[in-house]
């Protein structure tokens, strides 16, 4: 059974690994983006990268609704036990846990992660998740930063990186985060959602080609990659 990696818009992705169902960041009501809806996901098991509406999004709901496992930092976690959300496993940056889909480590990013009712988020997290078919780079919402490079050392076969700008690395930042993390293959998100961080991701993939060894991927919400 393959691997694959739906785009369900901004930076929502859901991974079908293992046979199980993997929700990132699931902010479907409200992204002007999203390609399915919060009560059509089915999960086994969701990731939250930090704390910010746009990615805790439907956590709160899915979680109650499928019983699914949500992993997180550890103030996230203890923030959903709080909202009632019993099936938590907390984590924190560099540290690493096999679950039955695959092994989650938490790498650092930097940005914000304050909780939509103003509670502390601890801080901002990337993903490095190695699954059956290979290992997955989730950037998450940050800048650019060389520790990039350290992350690229652990063999990365498809890096998803923010070219938004504003809020996140722009494109000009996430082709030189593309040359740190050498991928086998990269693709962009957390574009186009609004007005403020449009982008035109043709243009970006075309810089990659030229100037990255990466193969660019660039997926319309709703879209799929295959690891
Ligand atoms: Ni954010
Ligand atoms: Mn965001």
New binding site residues.
Partial sequence: MSTTITWLG??TFEVQAAGMTVLI?P?LTGNPSASTTADAVNPDAILIT?G?G??VGDAVEIARRTGALCIANFEITQWLAAQGIENTHGMHIGGQREFDFGTVKLTIAH?GSMLPDGSNGGNPCGLLLKLADGTIYHA??TGLFGDMKLIGEEGIDLAIL?IGDN??MGPDDAVRATNFVRPERVLPD?YNTWPLIAQDAQAWAERVRTETSADPHVLEPGGVITL
Wanted: aromatic fraction near 14%; avoid cysteine.
């Fill in positions: 901004h930076g960041d902010f930090h910010h746009d990615h940005h998450a919402d923010p809020f996140t957390h």
